[in-house]
Nanobody
Framework: QVQLGESGGGLVQPGGSLRLSCKAS????????LGWYRQAPGKQRELVAI????????DYADSVKGRFTISRDNAKNTVNLQMNNLKPGDAAVYYC????????????????WGQGTQVTVSS
C-alpha cells in the first residue's frame, strides 16, 4: 500500500512564505516523480510543480515561476515545495502526487494522490 504524508499548509499574509513537504511510503519499486498540484474553489486542479527523481524533468506552472521552488530528497522519498511571495491567488488545497512503479516489470507508473493541505493567503 502506498501512502503520501503531506505537511506544511496554513494561513499566511500576502508576501509571506510557506514550505510544503510530501513523503511517500509503502511498497513500491521506484518513484518516477513527485509533485504538487492545487485546486481552488470552483476551479480545476492544476499543476504547481513536479520533479522527476532522476532529475530529467522539472516543471513549474507559469504563475509560480520565480516564487516557488521544488526540491527532492531521493533517499527519503520526499519532495518539498518552498513557496515565497505568496499571493491571494495562490490560496487553494495543495495535493501531493506520486508517480511510481510498484514492480520492475511495470512500464507505466501508477499515480497516487495525497489528502491535500490547505493554503490560505489573507491579510
Amino acid at each position: 500500500q502506498v501512502q503520501l504524508g503531506e505537511s506544511g499548509g496554513g494561513l499566511v499574509q500576502p508576501g509571506g512564505s510557506l514550505r510544503l513537504s510530501c513523503k511517500a511510503s509503502g511498497f513500491f519499486f521506484s518513484i518516477n516523480a513527485l509533485g504538487w498540484y492545487r485546486q481552488a474553489p470552483g476551479k480545476q486542479r492544476e499543476l504547481v510543480a513536479i520533479v522527476n527523481f532522476n532529475g530529467s524533468r522539472l516543471d513549474y506552472a507559469d504563475s509560480v515561476k520565480g516564487r516557488f521552488t521544488i526540491s527532492r530528497d531521493n533517499a527519503k522519498n520526499t519532495v518539498n515545495l518552498q513557496m515565497n511571495n505568496l499571493k491571494p491567488g495562490d490560496a487553494a488545497v495543495y495535493y501531493c502526487k506520486l508517480e511510481a512503479r510498484l514492480r520492475a516489470s511495470q512500464s507505466v507508473p501508477s499515480h497516487y494522490w495525497g489528502q491535500g493541505t490547505q493554503v490560505t493567503v489573507s491579510s
